[in-house]
């Protein structure tokens, strides 16, 4: 089920970065990268669903901001790791 959330994630923040026509694939994927670890190190933080939101939102737009959060939100504590960011990394590479 997470998986299937990541990647619907994915999809969204690849659509987005796609109008960015002079990044490579890899700065497309470097940048999924930051977000996510941006996210989950917000949450670890302690900083609230809305803060990390609205954050994100000035990065990447909303629809996107809200999923990417409420998926960091939605993972067990114990998940909140730097490999969150390189499966991210790894799954847009693979797109």
């Known amino acids: 089920m997470r998986g299937l959330a990541m990647m619907a994630v994915l999809g969204f923040l690849a659509a987005g970065a796609s109008a960015q026509d002079a990044d ?3 700065d497309k994927c470097a940048q999924t990268e930051a977000w996510f670890m941006m996210a989950v190190d917000a949450r670890l933080a302690g900083d609230t ?5 609205r954050t994100l939102t000035q990065e990447m737009g909303k ?4 999923q990417l959060a409420d998926f960091v939100f939605a993972l067990p504590e114990a998940q909140l790791t730097p ?3 390189k499966l991210a990394r790894a799954q847009c590479e693979a797109l």
């Open 83 to 85: 490999e969150v960011g």
């Open 49 to 53: 669903l809305r803060k990390v939101r």
């Open 24 to 26: 490579t694939p890899v």
């Open 63 to 66: 629809t996107a901001a809200e």
